[in-house]
């Protein structure tokens, strides 16, 4: 039941073949080609080399030292062979011998025997050992087998005599997997096999090993760059759907590699992980086809609800049959083959629906596809219809494009996207710049006309509170200076006037004398009418408001005798003004929630509204209070304590001109 594994070329044309003489002893010489796959290598060549399944072979489920000796009597035992009828079972021990010769050029030759087993084996060479991994040993009257770690194949160097050679096995398994067994699968040839090969076949063998673990390798490597790239854009948008689903398909893509190279042996471990890891690598090679095929839904026909559960049969159809044909040995290759097939016709289906619908950068996953689908199903049935064996260059090509087309692929084409979207994003976010700074301007304008206009009816300090707080509190002022104006027979003078006549003329006037106290530091309270109503010393309280008011009000008199004139000169009606000025405490503020206007209160204002009207038309009348304050700037004439309604007498003056 051993299985060949052959290899490589020999230096000359002759190569190891097995011949039968007479006495049914086979004989090992150089001459015609024996040839088998080398499962360990992705070129799929042939070396040549002996395949000692071929010689008979005979097997017994018992344990003896003595099994090992040359001139030990078989005849009793069973016939090995290479088809159904060897499940050998787990937990027991198992011996089994071959005799062959060999032609004196192969005596004293140092040969390679490759030997492939799941478990622990013993290898005799005419009754030496010559080679072990794991062991066997009983304890207790139970056998007791401990695996040695794995590896695809192992190699023993051996010399053969003159005479009759005998290569003697002692071997068991114990593989369990939760209540899997695995003994149904023994008489297959995927877990034990026997070749003898050249020394010189043999380093090939190994360099075909190195060089596939070394493309297993590189195809993990740049999955794993891939992968790793793909994580880090999902976390910064983990609303993105497809490069999650990208980021599962390069994950069990490189899992792929993964389980490829613990199958060659790039990793040691317990031949009991044998089995888990085949089912692995079966599954993964479905799971890596169901999310690319989901990938590229997500991409091209995210709409159709159907697909989801071809890609479901795609993987069942996949792995129930696969795990079928490694328990039973059944070949499935046509079935496997139709399975690809639709998963390709699939590919094309929708490589070809973002050409249609025009996707940005359609043409990169076209291509992947095409260089998918001609590097794997379409190369890979030319050459086996050929017959032929690939080159090893060839081969690399055909595997990185099949294994990398994708993959690749469809990574450049969602960085393009990627690049693309963040181009339109950069794109609009500057144009939403621009529209925010216009809109921004605009508001700012928008904002400074609001704020002019509340400084238009407010002092600056009260808007200002006014807008923090949405109130203002009314503040007592211990010393401030009121001024009123009013026209001398305005009521007479109004009725000769046509309303907007009147209102022009009040308008000029009142503009006139806004300019003259603003020079002056003094804020304007209210106008009723005819009646002009200021104040100085607020709402920031100064040492200088009764000047600065005394002064405003002698440039407001200068400014209606200049008015005077000139209307007397265009022979039309004139207004005569009487101004009042008191100094004293006020209380100053907003009431009301509406229409907002800034007011004080207090005798200090009706006093002043009083002196207005004590006046006469073109003077200024001061109080004795403001008096006090102004007497060293400007020239006054005492008019002596005058009788002023409801409030007495009040001690009045003139202010003539300043000093």
């Given amino acids: ?38 499962p360990i290598s992705i070129t799929k060549r042939k070396f040549p080399g002996i395949n000692l399944d071929a010689i008979s072979s005979k097997y017994i489920q018992r344990d003896s030292a003595t099994f090992s000796a040359v001139d030990y009597n078989d005849r009793n035992w069973l016939k090995l062979t290479n088809t159904e009828g060897n499940a050998f079972e787990l937990d027991k021990v198992y011996w089994s011998r071959m005799k062959f010769r060999v032609t004196p050029d192969v005596i004293d030759k140092s040969m390679s025997l490759y030997l492939k087993w799941q478990g622990a084996m013993e290898v005799y060479l005419n009754g030496v050992l010559i080679y072990s991994f794991g062991s ?10 401990q695996d040695d770690f794995h590896f695809p194949l192992r190699k023993a160097i051996v010399k053969f005599e003159e005479t009759d050679n005998i290569l ?19 008489s297959n040839s995927k877990w034990m096999s026997n070749s003898l090969h050249t020394t010189e076949i043999a380093d090939q063998i190994d360099m075909a090993r190195s060089n596939t673990i070394l493309y297993y390798g590189f195809f993990f490597g740049i999955n794993c760059i891939i992968l790793l790239l793909t994580i880090f854009q999902v976390n910064k948008r983990y609303k993105n759907k497809t490069l999650l689903l990208f980021s599962c398909f390069t994950f069990f893509t490189a899992s792929v590699a993964v389980t490829n190279l613990i199958e060659l042996g790039a990793f040691q471990i317990s031949t009991d992980n044998v089995v888990l890891i085949h089912f692995a690598n079966q599954l993964v090679y479905a799971l890596t086809t169901f999310f690319l095929l989901h990938v590229m839904r997500s991409l091209f026909d995210a709409t159709n609800k159907y697909t989801p559960y071809l890609y479901l049969a795609v993987v069942i159809a996949y792995v129930g049959p696969g795990y079928y044909s490694f328990y039973t040995g059944a070949d499935l290759a046509v079935f496997n083959f139709l399975v690809l097939l639709i998963s390709c016709f699939e590919i094309v289906r929708l490589s070809l629906l973002s050409l249609k619908n025009k996707v940005s950068g359609g043409w990169i996953i076209i291509t992947g596809s095409l260089v998918f689908i001609i590097a794997g199903p379409v190369l890979e049935q030319l050459f086996n219809s050929l017959g032929t064996t690939k080159p090893f260059v060839v081969t690399i090509c055909h595997r990185i494009s099949f294994y990398l087309s994708l993959p690749v692929s469809l990574s450049i084409f969602l960085a393009r996207q990627s690049v ?4 339109l994003l950069a794109r609009q976010r500057d144009e939403l710049d621009i529209e925010v700074q216009e809109r921004t301007k605009e508001l700012r304008i928008e904002k400074q006309k609001s704020d002019d206009l509340l400084l238009n009816i407010l002092p600056e300090e009260v808007a200002n509170e006014l807008k923090e707080k949405g109130t203002a509190d009314a503040k007592q002022f211990e010393m401030v200076t009121v001024m009123f104006t009013d026209f ?18 009040i ?17 304007k309270i209210k106008t009723i009418g005819d009646a002009y109503m200021c104040a ?39 207004f005569e003004i009487r101004i009042g000025i008191h100094t ?3 209380v100053a503020g907003i009431v009301g929630i509406r229409k907002f206007a800034y007011d004080i209160w207090g005798d200090t204002v009706n006093i002043a509204s009083r002196l207005e009207s004590s006046g006469e038309a073109g003077k200024i009348n001061i109080s004795g209070g403001t008096y006090e304050y102004v007497k060293d700037k400007f020239v006054c004439t005492h008019r002596g304590k005058i009788e002023a309604k409801n409030k007495g007498q009040i001690d009045m003056y003139f202010v003539e001109h300043e000093l």
């Avoid at 096995?169 to 114990?174: I, M, N, P, V």
């Avoid at 308008?507 to 804020?523: L, M, P, R, S």
């Fill in 507 to 523: 308008h000029i006037c009142f503009k006139a004398f806004d300019a003259i106290i603003a020079k002056h530091n003094i804020e």
């Fill in 584 to 586: 004293g405490p006020v």
């Fill in 136 to 145: 066997i040993f009983n304890e207790d009257g139970k056998t007791i087998i």
């Fill in 420 to 423: 693309t979207n963040n181009l």
């Fill in 1 to 38: 039941m051993f299985f060949v594994l052959s290899l490589a070329c020999l230096f000359s044309n002759e190569v190891l073949a097995i011949e039968f003489p007479q006495d049914s002893v086979p004989t090992i010489s150089f001459h015609d080609l024996v040839t088998s796959e080398i």
């Fill in 536 to 574: 100085g010393g607020l709402p920031v309280s100064n040492k200088t408001h009764a000047v600065d008011v005394v002064k405003a009000a002698i440039e407001i008199r200068q400014f209606m005798q200049e008015h005077l004139a000139q209307r007397k000169q265009a022979n039309q009606e004139v």
């Fill in 488 to 505: 001398k027979g305005f009521t007479q003078i109004s009725e000769k006037l046509s309303p907007s006549q009147l209102v022009e003329e």
């Fill in 168 to 186: 003697a096995f002692r071997f068991a398994h114990h593989s369990n997997i939760g209540n899997l067994k695995i003994e149904g699968s023994l």
